[in-house]
T-cell receptor, first 116, second 117 residues
Framework: AQSVTQPDIHITVSEGASLELRCNYS??????LFWYVQSPGQGLQLLLK??????LVQGIKGFEAEFKRSQSSFNLRKPSVHWSDAAEYFC??????????????FGAGTRLAVHP | GAVVSQHPSWVICKSGTSVKIECRSL??????MFWYRQFPKQSLMLMAT?????????EQGVEKDKFLINHASLTLSTLTVTSAHPEDSSFYIC?????????????FGPGTRLTVT
């Protein structure tokens, strides 16, 4: 079955430090992969997505992610974290189900705290 | 563009009553809408998928008679929690997809926090 694992429940970094959030997926075919950010009490905002082509994907707010098929990973990175990046980050995989409809399967999320 | 709104943003209701949550696509036609439930500090769990004019497809374990979903127009879907109980308290998030767009491209609403007392 398709699944997404985010091994780190909570990460704390200092402002200006680099960041890497881990995501591993289980999917039989070439996956459609996403990273979303959720600020407290808010819905989800798409940071970036991958479905083909260049394995290094650039997103909004200075984020990037690299798809590594051999490791079944899609880790999110940012070279210098800002205090406003403190939020919950979700990795998701797109999956096709019987009946022809598509849905997203989300990981458990990683809560990012940023120290000044 | 691609804005999805939800109303209300929060609601408190008494046990046994029903509550309706609206999800609207403001600047596009949403042929497909999704309803998610999120418990505190947990991930989003898909409850159901609805296509405009069709019956919703519910995920395994979601009670159809308890969580009524209506997608009567291309800009509005509603989730009605019937006979609500405290265990239904949660954060409910909808998302919408526009016809002809990337299959997994979903735009999310800001969520509705439901508290059942």
């Amino acid at each position: 079955a398709q699944s997404v694992t985010q091994p780190d429940i909570h990460i704390t970094v200092s402002e200006g430090a680099s960041l890497e959030l881990r995501c591993n997926y289980s999917y039989g075919a070439t996956p459609y992969l996403f990273w979303y950010v959720q600020s407290p009490g808010q819905g989800l905002q798409l940071l970036l997505k991958y479905f083909s082509g260049d394995t290094l994907v650039q997103g909004i707010k200075g984020f990037e992610a690299e798809f590594k098929r051999s490791q079944s990973s899609f880790n999110l990175r940012k070279p210098s974290v800002h205090w406003s990046d403190a939020a919950e980050y979700f990795c998701a995989v797109g999956s096709m189900f019987s009946g022809g409809y598509n849905k997203l399967i989300f990981g458990a999320g990683t809560r990012l705290a940023v120290h000044p | 563009g691609a804005v999805v709104s939800q109303h209300p943003s929060w609601v408190i209701c008494k046990s046994g009553t029903s509550v309706k949550i609206e999800c609207r696509s403001l600047d596009f036609q949403a042929t497909t809408m999704f309803w998610y439930r999120q418990f505190p500090k947990q991930s989003l769990m898909l409850m159901a998928t609805s296509n405009e004019g069709s019956k919703a497809t519910y995920e395994q374990g979601v009670e159809k008679d308890k969580f009524l979903i209506n997608h009567a127009s291309l800009t509005l879907s509603t989730l009605t929690v019937t006979s609500a109980h405290p265990e239904d308290s949660s954060f409910y998030i909808c998302s919408a997809r526009e016809a002809g767009t990337f299959p997994y491209e979903q735009y999310f609403g800001p969520g509705t926090r439901l508290t059942v007392t």
